[in-house]
């Protein structure tokens, strides 16, 4: 299969492509700013024998001056793609009155705007062959209904925006042979939650939310289409 994987280089998203890594079939491109940390990846699967991890050092806030860079290293390595998961995340806890408008929209630049142009960017050569995937990550903070907590307001309208263009795109795209899903996961171990969360103990770890994110990628669309699912065992 040929996955691509945000917001890889720590926590759930690199759980996630290392678990997809294990299946030597598999081809991942995972992208995140960091290039130590993806670079650490790529090697750490290859001494294991793993599935071929490509690495895309990419800030996703620069993504509307960079789409062809990145449209053009995608085909450079595969001519589809069956999966995208969408799970790159920016949080800054900061109360709503006290958060700076750098921070409000490099917030919604990387929770929803990114992931809406690389859905945008990549559609063409999804469900060419077979059904493809788009899974967004959203949070328990962006369900209507679900505990609230101060200093999230923009990290949740961000992740809400993100759930609701799931909806939309499955509606609009629903001939197109590409399901779109989004997983509202709460509280993991990662650390961008005990950045946020200092001294709070999430029930789940990153590994074993990524298991669920992983089966669900690749399984899901056979049952769900447009559905945006709460992940939660306990919400903070």
Do not use: W
Request: include cysteine; glycine fraction near 6%; hydrophobic fraction near 40%.
């Amino acid at each position: 299969m040929n996955i691509i994987i945000t917001g890889a280089s720590r926590g759930i998203g690199r759980e996630t492509a290392k678990i997809f890594a294990a299946n030597k079939e598999n081809l991942i491109i995972v992208i995140s700013r960091n290039k130590d940390k993806l670079h650490n990846l790529m090697i750490e699967c290859r001494d294991k024998g793993a599935g071929k991890i490509i690495p895309l050092v990419f800030d996703l806030e620069n993504i509307k001056e960079n789409e062809k860079k990145i449209y053009d290293f995608v085909i450079g390595h595969m001519k589809s793609v069956d999966i995208l998961i969408n799970n790159a995340g920016f949080l800054q806890k900061t109360l709503f009155t006290e958060t700076s408008n750098d921070t409000a929209e490099r917030t919604f630049n990387i929770n929803f705007f990114a992931p809406a142009q690389l859905i945008n960017l990549l559609l063409p050569l999804m469900g060419k062959e077979k059904r493809s995937h788009v899974l967004n990550i959203s949070s328990m903070g962006a369900v209507q209904g679900s505990a609230k907590f101060p200093g999230l307001a923009y990290y949740s309208a961000s992740k809400a925006a993100i759930a609701n263009l799931t909806e939309c795109l499955a509606e609009e795209y629903k001939e197109h042979n590409t399901a779109f899903n989004c997983l509202a996961l709460g509280s993991a171990n990662t650390e961008m939650f005990n950045e946020a969360f200092p001294g709070y103990k999430a029930a789940v770890s990153a590994q074993e939310m990524a298991d669920l994110i992983s089966d669900f990628a690749v399984n899901g669309q056979k049952y769900f289409n447009g559905k945006i699912i709460p992940v939660s065992v306990n919400t903070p």
